[in-house]
């Protein structure tokens, strides 16, 4: 049994538009009444996870599907201490904030100082201790990037490994990053 809630008709099939400052933007939620949408608590500010709490709240926002022009204010009301501090003082400065503008300002304010080296570092990364550690921060700053193929992932990977280790993966020929990471972590 399916239902779609639109506010003009009271029937069991409705579409739910949210307004905002566009017209043109809308949002269509369907519900199957027999399993429901599950309940998602809004991601926690945490003080020394900035990308993780972004990337956080970007899921959230995908799971309930909600509008560019609110996200900035939701964001805002779950933040704390110097975050909401620094939100007051980068609205009143900037005005009207979109999205990526509130991003852009929260990672530059408190994100890691070289942020905006991420290409660099990933580029530059190598191997020092285990795989494990490896890979998080191989993960940690590929996240974090944009416009990176397939292909240049994997190379940055298999050349920033030690040299053993990367001897043996070159020799199996292996095409894609996920099919070298499986080998390395056996």
Same mark, same amino acid.
């Given at each position: 049994h399916w239902l779609t809630v639109e506010p003009e008709e009271i029937t069991t099939r409705r579409n739910l538009r949210l307004a905002s400052h566009d017209p043109r933007e809308h949002c269509h939620i369907t519900f199957d009444l027999n399993n429901p949408r599950?309940?998602? /608590?809004?991601?926690?500010?945490? *003080?020394?996870?900035?990308?993780?709490?972004?990337?956080?709240?970007?899921?959230?926002?995908?799971?309930?599907? $909600?509008?560019?022009?609110?996200?900035?204010?939701?964001?805002?009301?779950?933040?704390?201490?110097?975050?909401?501090?620094?939100?007051?003082?980068? *609205?009143? $400065?900037?005005?009207?904030?979109?999205? @990526?503008?509130?991003?852009?300002? @929260? +990672? /530059?304010?408190?994100?890691?100082?070289?942020?905006?080296?991420?290409?660099?570092? +990933?580029?530059?990364?190598?191997?020092?201790?285990?795989?494990?550690?490896?890979?998080t921060r191989f993960e940690r700053l590929s996240n974090q990037t944009e416009n990176w193929s397939e292909k240049q992932l994997l190379g940055t990977y298999i050349e920033g490994l030690k040299l053993e280790i990367r001897g043996d993966v070159k020799a199996r020929q292996l095409y894609t990053l996920m099919a070298t990471i499986s080998f390395v972590r056996i």
């Amino acid at each position: 049994h399916w239902l779609t809630v639109e506010p003009e008709e009271i029937t069991t099939r409705r579409n739910l538009r949210l307004a905002s400052h566009d017209p043109r933007e809308h949002c269509h939620i369907t519900f199957d009444l027999n399993n429901p949408r599950m309940k998602v /608590d809004f991601p926690r500010w945490e *003080k020394g996870d900035r990308i993780g709490w972004i990337s956080r709240v970007e899921h959230y926002f995908r799971f309930y599907r $909600t509008v560019d022009a609110t996200r900035v204010e939701i964001a805002a009301i779950y933040l704390k201490g110097d975050a909401i501090q620094w939100f007051n003082w980068f *609205k009143h $400065t900037h005005g009207g904030l979109a999205w @990526l503008r509130f991003k852009e300002g @929260l +990672l /530059d304010r408190f994100g890691p100082i070289d942020f905006n080296n991420i290409d660099g570092q +990933l580029a530059k990364i190598r191997q020092s201790s285990t795989i494990q550690e490896y890979q998080t921060r191989f993960e940690r700053l590929s996240n974090q990037t944009e416009n990176w193929s397939e292909k240049q992932l994997l190379g940055t990977y298999i050349e920033g490994l030690k040299l053993e280790i990367r001897g043996d993966v070159k020799a199996r020929q292996l095409y894609t990053l996920m099919a070298t990471i499986s080998f390395v972590r056996i």
